[in-house]
C-alpha cells in the first residue's frame, strides 16, 4: 500500500488517539469509565500495528515517526502508575479499595471458597484419623497438641516477637497467594489449599481434645482481619491469573498490565488490615481473659470490616466499579 493510502486510511484512528491524549492532560486514565478504556486500549493496539508496519514498508519517514511519538505518549499512560501522596493514599484505604473489593467479588469468592473447602477437607480427615494429619500438619506439632495440656497458660509469650513474626508470616503468604497467580493463577490456588488444610488440621487436634472453645477463641480475634487479607491477596492471584488464561479484547501483556495493576492494589490495600490482624494477635489473643470476651471482640472486627467494605460502595454506582474489574 502506497503511503499516502495508508494515511487516509488509518488518519482517523490516529486523530482520535490524538484527542484522547489531550483529554488525558487534564483527567487521569483512572476516572475513564469502562468504554472510554477500552477505546483507548483499542486504539493504542490499532496504532503500535500502524507503527510497526510504517517501519517496515516505509522506514525513518515522517509518518513513521509521527506514530512513534503518538504511541509512546499513549503508552506512558498504559504502562506508567500514578504518583502517589498521603490525600490519595488516604482516598486509596477509604474510597478504592472497598470498591475494589466489591468489583472483584467473584475472585474474592473463588479465593475464600478454595480456602474454606480445604478447612472442610482437612478437618474431617483428621477427625477420621489422627494419622490423617501428617498430611497437613508436622508429626512433632501434632504430637505436641496431642499430649500436652491445651489449657497451659503461655508463660514464654513476648508479645512484640510473635507480633512481628506473626506479622511478617502473614504478609509472606499474602504475597506468595498474589505471585503465584503469574502461574495461570494454579500457584494462588496451591497457597490457599494448603494454608487451609493447616487451619482444619489444627481446628480437628482440638476438637479431639475437647477445647474446640478454646481454639477458635485464640484464632477469631485476628483471624477476621487475617483472613479476609488472605482471601483479598489470593483474589488478587486469581484476577492475575484469568488474565493470561482469558485476555478478552486486549492482547495478553495489554491484559495482564491493566488487571495486574489493580490486583497489586488489592494486595497493597490488605497491609493495614495485615498489620493490624498482627497487633492483635500478638497482643490481644493471648490476654488471660474469658473467651466470650475474645468472641464479642471477633464479632466487633466482623462488623467493623464489613461497615469498611459496605459503605463507600453505597456511595458509588456500578460505573464506578467497572473500571476495576478489567
Known amino acids: ?8 486510511k488509518n488518519s482517523k484512528v490516529w486523530k482520535d488517539l490524538e484527542s484522547m491524549l489531550f483529554k488525558l492532560k487534564s483527567k487521569s486514565i483512572y476516572k475513564l469509565d ?3 478504556l477500552d477505546e483507548f486500549i483499542n486504539m493504542y493496539n490499532a496504532a503500535c500495528s500502524h507503527l510497526s508496519y510504517s517501519r517496515t514498508y516505509y522506514g525513518n519517514t515522517a509518518t513513521t515517526s509521527y506514530l512513534n511519538r503518538l504511541v509512546a505518549s499513549a503508552h506512558s499512560y498504559i504502562y506508567t502508575t500514578k504518583k502517589s501522596n498521603i490525600k490519595n493514599l488516604i ?12 468489583a472483584n467479588m467473584k475472585a474474592f469468592i473463588i479465593s ?4 474454606l473447602v480445604a478447612v472442610l477437607a482437612s478437618f474431617v480427615f483428621t477427625l477420621i484419623s489422627t494419622d490423617n494429619a501428617v498430611a497437613f500438619v508436622s508429626e512433632e506439632y501434632i504430637q505436641h497438641v496431642l499430649e500436652s495440656d491445651v ?23 499474602g504475597i506468595l497467594a498474589f505471585a503465584f497467580g503469574v502461574s495461570f493463577g494454579l500457584g494462588t490456588c496451591y497457597i490457599l489449599i494448603q494454608n487451609g488444610f493447616l487451619l482444619g488440621a489444627l481446628a480437628a487436634l482440638y476438637n479431639i481434645k475437647n477445647a474446640d472453645f478454646l481454639f477458635w477463641s485464640l484464632i477469631l480475634p485476628h483471624g477476621i482481619l487475617e483472613l479476609f487479607a488472605i482471601f ?11 488474565s493470561l488464561v482469558n485476555p478478552g479484547q486486549y492482547s495478553r501483556k495489554d491484559s495482564f498490565i491493566l488487571r495486574s495493576k489493580t490486583a497489586l492494589k488489592m494486595v497493597l490495600g490488605t497491609i493495614p488490615i495485615f498489620i493490624i490482624a498482627g497487633f492483635i494477635e500478638g497482643y490481644i489473643t493471648p490476654l488471660p481473659i474469658p473467651g466470650i470476651i ?19 460502595n453505597m456511595k458509588h454506582n456500578q460505573s464506578d466499579l467497572d473500571i476495576y474489574k478489567l
Open 1 to 8: 500500500m502506497k503511503e499516502d493510502k495508508f494515511i487516509e
Open 34 to 36: 469502562k468504554k472510554s
Open 91 to 102: 482516598r486509596f484505604l477509604t474510597v478504592e479499595f472497598p470498591l475494589i473489593i466489591k
Open 112 to 115: 475464600s471458597g478454595l480456602f
Open 151 to 173: 489449657n497451659a497458660p503461655r508463660d514464654s509469650w513476648d508479645p512484640a516477637v510473635y507480633s512481628n513474626f506473626i506479622l511478617t508470616n502473614n504478609i509472606k503468604v
Open 232 to 242: 483479598v491477596c489470593g483474589a488478587a492471584g486469581i484476577k492475575m491469573g484469568y
Open 294 to 312: 475474645k468472641y464479642i471482640f471477633a464479632l466487633l472486627t466482623l462488623v467493623l470490616l464489613i461497615l469498611y467494605i459496605a459503605i463507600p
